[in-house]
């Protein structure tokens, strides 16, 4: 995921073309205006935008649905499909075992629910996708997220894959030593010793990688070296954006 995540920020898009403050702002101004509006027809309008938005970034129909309105769904819909028998109002039907009663409220409210966790994920997701993590690192420092926040940040996801070679490393080498199968109690005590020898790994990783900083000049903050600026076609979509968020605020409300 995180190795397509940088092969499509890379390409040449809409939203690839554009500063990453200008989407940070932007996105998380359309997002506003998905959770604050109220309308059905606003928030359809609004996923209508961010469709078009991960369309012209090179973010197909089959990224967005594999990789953001399924998850988002299923995971919705959990919490939405209660709502269609708890919520009171008309009666549309009533189940003849449980005689439960599903309401039109109740389904207007799960749909409500389902479409604008659909909206606002796929503006959140569209901005990583389409935006290298440095960048979106930066572009946080910009807005004054806190330094240990991004340092953590930017360290956790390099070493996640660090950590991730370790374990991999670990199953060769234990597999190459072992002949046969192991019966289910030691397959047991082989991943409890795995993963204390993982996680006492990452403590010494942690401690010589921050003395390791620290001899190399580090204070607390981290410098990239790409140069954000924004250009003319940058302030053009802020407007845009905040326009569009404006418009479904003042719709939707």
Known sequence: HAFFADQLARRAGLLQGLDPRVKITGLFALVTATVAVQKPGAIAALLSIAILLGLASGAGWRILAGRIWFPVLGFTGLIAIPAIFTVPGDVLLRLPVTGWTISAQGIHSAALLSLRAATAATFSVLLVLCTPWNQVLK???????????????????????????????????????????????????????????????????????????????????????????????????????????????????
Do not use: C
């Not at 002949?179 to 020898?197: F, H, I, K």
């Not at 990452?202 to 990688?209: F, R, V, Y």
């Not at 003319?232 to 968020?245: D, S, T």
């Open 139 to 253: 572009a946080l420092r910009f807005f004054r997220m806190p330094a240990v926040l991004v340092v953590t940040l930017g360290m956790t996801y390099r070493y996640i894959f660090v950590l991730l070679n370790s374990a991999h490393d670990m199953f060769i080498s234990r597999q190459s030593r072992m002949v046969g199968s192991l019966d289910p109690a030691q397959r047991r005590r082989v991943a409890t010793a795995s993963a204390g020898v993982l996680l006492a790994r990452s403590l010494q990783l942690s401690s010589e990688t921050h003395l390791a900083m620290q001899s190399r000049g580090f204070a607390g903050e981290v410098y990239v070296l790409d140069d954000l600026r924004v250009k003319a076609r940058g302030w053009i979509a802020l407007a845009v954006f905040l326009g569009l968020a404006a418009a479904a605020l003042w719709w939707g409300r």
